[in-house]
C-alpha cells in the first residue's frame, strides 16, 4: 500500500512537472512566433504575393477576351425583358384593333 | 502409421492453441474494422493481418527468425518506423493557421493534459488485481491520450514495449472513433451561444515565416528538452522539405512512398506484438478503458481551455476548435468544423481548428519527451 502512494506521488508530480513543461514551451513558442516570426513576415514579405496579382490580371485578360457570364446574364435578361414588353405590345395592338 | 501422426503433428489443426484462434479472431475483427466500418484501414489492416500471421502454430513468424521478428526488431523496437512516419506527418502539415494565430498552442498543450491525468488512472488501476503497471507502463499507456499513432508507438516502445500492441489498438481505435467519442463531449461542456462563435479571419502567412517555424520549434526543442528530439526532429525535417520548396522530390517522397512504405511495416511489427500471452489479459481491457479516458479527459481540457480563453481574449474564440487540441490530425479539425455547422451553418471553423490540431502534435510530442526524460532515465 505504502508503494502505491509513492507511486501515485510520482504519478502526481510528473503530472504537474509535464504539464508546466508543456505550457512553458508552447509559450515560449508563441513568444517566438509573435517576436521572431512577426518581424520577419514584415522585413520580407511574400514574394508570391505579386504573382496571385499577376495571375489575377491574366484571369481577368482571359476573361475580359471572352465574355464574362455576368455579362451573358444582363443581355440575356435585357433580350427577355425586351421580348415580353414586345410581345405585351403586340398583344395589346391586337386587342385595338379587335 | 508413423509417418501419418507426423505429417497431423505438422498441420495447423492439430497444434492449434485457444489463445491463438483468439488472437486470429481479433486480427480478424480488425480487418472488419479496416474494411468494412473504414477505420484508419490504412494502419489496422496490415496490424490485423501481423495478428493473424503471428498467431499460426509451427510457422514462428514471430520467433527469432521470423519475418515479424525481424520487422518488428529492425523497425520498431529501434523506433526508426514511427519516426519515418512522423517524417512524412512533418511534410503533410501545414504550420500557417498555427503561425497566423499563436494563441491556439495553449489549446494544443492543455488538451495533453489527458495524456498526465490517465498517468493517475493507471497508477489507480493497480488496485485492480491481475493489473500491475509500473510508471513506465502507465506513461506509455496515458501518452494514447496525445492521439498520436507514432507518438504511442514510438514512447511504448521505448518504455514499455510488452504492451506496444494493446497500446497501438487502443491509440490507432480510438482515434478512428474521433467522430464518436468528441461530440457530446463538446456539446456538453458548450453552450449553444458559444458553438455559433464565428472566429476573425487568419492573416496570411509568409514563406520565410513558414521556413522558419521548424527551425525555431528545432532550436528550443534542442536548448530546453533534447530528449523529444528524434520526435520533434524528424517532424521539422519533413516540415522543411515541403516548406522550402526546393526538395519537392524528397518531400513527395516523404510524404507518400516511404510513409505508405513504413506504414506497411509499422503495421505488421504492431500485429507481431498481437500475440495471446501478451495481449489476452485483464491488462489490456485495463489499456483499453484508460485510453477512452484519455482521449475524454484531453478533449475535454482543450474545450475548457478555449471557452477560458475566449472570455479574456479580445477576438472570439469558439470553444469548439479546443477539441482539436489532441491531435488526431485532421480528424478532431473535422470533428470540431462539423459541430460548429451544426450550431450556426455559416459556421466554417476548420481552419482555424488546424491550429490546435497541429498544436497538438507539437504538444503530445513535447509530452513523450518529458515522459522519456523523467521516466525513461
Redesign the interface.
Known sequence: MNSMEQQFLEAGTLMLAGMVFVFAFLSLLIIFIKTVLAKLAVKFPDPIAPNRNHSNKKKNKVVSGEISPAIIAVISGAVNSYRQQHSQQNFSLQKAKK | MDSLTKLWLSTGLANFELGQVIMMLVGCGLLYLAIARNFEPLLLLPMGFGSILTNIPIAGFSEVGGLLHFIYYAGIDTGIFPLIIFMGVGAMTDFGA??AN??T??L???A??G???T??G???L??VPGIEFT?KD??AIAIIGGADGPTAIFLASKLAPELLGAIAVAAYSYMALVPIIQPPIMRALTTIDERKIEMAQLR??????KI??PL??LL?TIF??PAATPLVGMFCLGNLMKESGVVDRLSSTAQNELINITTIFLGLGVGSKLSAEAFLNVETLGILALGAVAFSIGTASGVLMAKVMNKFSKVPINPLIGAAGVSAVPMAARVANKVGLEANPHNFLLMHAMGPNV?GV??SA??AG??LA??GG
Not at chain 2, 496570411?204 to 515565416?209: H, Q
Request: proline share 4%.
Open positions: 498555427l503561425i499563436p494563441k498552442l495553449l494544443g498543450a492543455s495533453q493534459f495524456i498526465f491525468a498517468l493517475f493507471a497508477i489507480a493497480n488496485a510508471l502507465a506513461s496570411p502567412v509568409t514563406k520565410v515565416e522558419i517555424f525555431g520549434v528550443m530546453f528538452l498544436a507539437l504538444g513535447v509530452a518529458i515522459l523523467l521516466v
